[in-house]
């Protein structure tokens, strides 16, 4: 009898962490970072770009973009390849004039190696835009235009960025990525090319396709969720 309980419950945990590896998984916190102490901003670490400056208020983590680079990214201490991350993002009316329209902010998983899964908030345009950049190039894989409730300088925008491995039926190995814009999910894909993407690291990005320098943006309230098993 307590063979077949352990069995069933065993089986009964497999089906839900299948469950758990999709677009609608249930998503428990393991990682939050209100960027309100210096101690906390210091777990905050660059990752890539030419020129970043970072500093930081009594409610965010500030950056802003130097000379010939086009964007700024930095990680959190949580690594792994099924997560979500989420936070509230801000671009900041010190950016110049001609860059505000152009500036995205951006968070980052599966990050490392040239490689990411990113979802990008074009504020003044409204627009949200979800990408796989690889050392071989940049792929669009969603796009949604003329988003309700995003709003512009100084202002707050909360994203949220999922990316999970199906575990299983016809699209075991794809990735499944979903952006989230105030709660809201806005873009979505099925990316057959997730084995390309190596990198674990998760974080989040500021930037424009051109150089940024000048760009000026905060980042506050950073959480990091893996899927549920139960």
Do not use: H, W
């Amino acid at each position: 009898m307590k063979a077949r309980f352990a069995t069933a419950l065993l089986a009964a945990l497999a089906v839900a962490a299948l469950a758990a590896a999709t677009a609608g998984a249930t998503m428990i916190g393991v990682y939050r970072n209100p960027m309100q102490t210096t101690a906390q901003r210091a777990q905050i670490v660059k990752l890539a770009g030419g020129a970043c400056a970072r500093g930081g208020s009594a409610v965010a983590l500030r950056i802003e973009v130097g000379k010939r680079t086009a964007e700024c990214s930095y990680r959190t201490p949580v690594i792994g390849r099924d997560l979500e991350i989420a936070a509230t993002a801000r671009l900041l009316s010190g950016t110049p004039k001609a860059l505000q329209r152009r500036a995205y902010l951006a968070l980052e998983l599966r990050a490392g190696g040239g490689a990411r899964y990113q979802l990008r908030l074009v504020p003044l345009q409204r627009k949200a835009q979800l990408l796989r950049i690889t050392p071989a190039g940049t792929k669009y894989v969603a796009v949604a235009k003329d988003l309700a409730g995003v709003d512009g300088l100084n202002r707050p925008n909360v994203l949220r960025l999922r990316a999970l491995n199906v575990t299983a039926g016809p699209e075991k190995g794809l990735a499944r990525i979903v952006g989230f814009v105030g709660g809201a999910p806005v873009v979505e894909a099925t990316d057959s090319a997730a084995g390309e993407l190596a990198g674990r690291y998760s974080g989040f990005a500021v930037g424009a396709p051109t150089v940024a320098r000048g760009l000026l943006a905060s980042f506050d309230d950073v959480v990091v969720r893996v899927p549920s098993p139960f």
